[in-house]
């Protein structure tokens, strides 16, 4: 059962346009979401993440925006880079020590 | 070690045959998490440890998966009687602390390939 559901397997962009992906979770008990971020080969790294409280995250390029209403969270890149060219898991916590990963987005931008 | 290091990289068994995927946290991590990616999968949690005991093993697939972690640091992924549905990246991750921190603190090794022929 896919508590952590990512659609549109893969985005194309072109460099300095916005990326947008999206996640969207079933578990209501989720409280803290993250988003990773994986190049070919290399292990997945840590992006960005947000409390259940919040609404919004910045950092930088990349802002997280969480609805929680609606159950669904949103990456945005803006601008996009050739360097962001990777898969990005959406994944979410609710308090227990796993978190539940989205099956990734990959992500092309073009230069 | 500067980071999370897993052995061997790439695993090629025979069906039936047992195999054993080695992870070496980062010094000083308590927390130890191994997942699996199936190819077009997501990462799925596989099980958990907080020092050497294993507080919550809910996603290992089936008995043939084992897992043990010796002196709160390396742990061993065991599968026996390897089935070609275990072909899949395994993945190990360590934190300082359960939740810790704002990027939970997982570090992510570079996983072990296996593939079951």
């Known amino acids: 059962d896919q508590q952590v559901k990512q659609n549109s397997p893969s985005l194309s962009v072109q460099e300095g346009r916005i990326s947008i992906l999206n996640c969207d979770y079933t578990n209501s008990m989720f409280d803290y979401f993250l988003w990773y971020k994986k190049y070919p080969a290399e292990s997945p790294t840590f992006l960005i993440s947000i409390s259940s409280i919040k609404d919004k995250n910045e950092d930088g390029r990349f802002t997280v925006f969480l609805n929680k209403s609606a159950k669904h969270l949103s990456l945005h890149i803006v601008p996009s880079q050739p360097g962001d060219s990777a898969v990005y898991f959406c994944a979410a916590s609710g308090g227990n020590n796993r978190l539940a990963f989205g099956k990734g987005n990959q992500v092309v931008v073009i230069p | 070690g500067a980071g999370v290091s897993q052995s061997p990289s790439n695993k090629v068994t025979e069906k039936g045959k047992d195999v054993e995927l080695r992870c070496d946290p980062i010094?000083?991590?308590?927390?130890l998490y191994w997942y699996r990616q199936s190819l077009g999968q997501g990462l799925e949690f596989l099980i958990y440890f907080q020092g050497n005991s294993a507080p919550d093993k809910s996603g290992l697939p089936s008995d043939r998966f084992s897992a043990e972690r010796t002196g709160g640091s390396v742990s061993t992924l065991t599968i026996q009687r390897t089935q070609q549905e275990d072909s899949a990246v395994y993945l190990c991750?360590?934190?300082?602390?359960?939740?810790?921190?704002?990027?939970?603190?997982?570090?992510f090794g570079s996983g072990t390939r296996l593939t079951v022929v």
């Open positions: 010094s000083g991590h308590t927390a």
């Open positions: 991750a360590s934190s300082f602390a359960p939740r810790s921190g704002g990027n939970y603190g997982y570090t």
